[in-house]
């Protein structure tokens, strides 16, 4: 069994930075790809940033050049620096891990940290 547990959510007003973090623990063989979604009230979760093992990454159109994501292997976390924030980034963000484990990879989530920026 893989557990992703998220930190760092919190209130901050626009123009501010939150740091999330996320850590995996457990069965863990290696992990491919580490994500970050997030979830406003009332609409689809939404892909937010993901890196890959090789440290590749990629960002939605809405958070580039403001959020950036890292990760560290050996310790099996990864991290969303998230920066200029604003009232549209509110939502919950939730840390999701590619994990090899019992012969198979398998996706896991985090419980979600809550995100809320006040204008």
């Known amino acids: 069994q893989v557990q992703l547990v998220e930190s760092g959510g919190g209130l901050v007003q626009a123009g501010g930075s939150l740091r999330l973090s996320c850590a995996a623990s457990?069965?863990?063989?290696?992990?491919?790809?580490m994500a970050w979604y997030r979830q406003a009230p009332g609409n689809q979760r939404e892909l937010v940033a993901l890196?890959?093992?090789?440290?590749?990454?990629n960002y939605a159109d809405s958070v580039k050049g403001r959020f950036t994501i890292s990760r560290d292997n050996a310790k099996n976390t990864v991290a969303l620096q998230m920066n200029n924030l604003n009232p549209e980034d509110t939502g919950v963000y939730y840390c999701?891990?590619?994990?090899?484990?019992?012969?198979?990879?398998?996706?896991?989530w985090g419980q979600g940290t809550q995100v809320t920026v006040s204008s």
């Open positions: 999701s891990a590619r994990v090899y484990t019992s012969g198979a990879y398998s996706t896991y």
């Open positions: 457990g069965s863990i063989v290696t992990i491919s790809k």
């Open positions: 890196i890959i093992s090789s440290g590749s990454t």
